[in-house]
């Protein structure tokens, strides 16, 4: 599935699976809310997902 260029994205955790709502272009690394672990970095452009990408988040 390709990331769409929508400002926000649905983000499984690698280590919990949760779900989660992030930036699509963060300015700092994202941390899983329920268990810690990595789940985006920034890059000066669209984050580098460690997540798995679920779906972006429509208006």
Do not use: H, Y
Request: charged letters at 15%; glycine letters at 6%; hydrophobic letters at 35%.
């Amino acid at each position: 599935m390709t990331r769409a260029p929508a400002p926000f994205w649905i983000v499984k955790c690698p280590d919990c699976s949760t779900e989660q709502t992030i930036f699509s272009r963060p300015s700092t690394t994202v941390n899983c809310s329920v268990c810690g672990a990595t789940l985006a970095t920034p890059t000066g452009g669209q984050a580098k997902l460690r997540g798995e990408f679920v779906r972006p988040v429509s208006a």
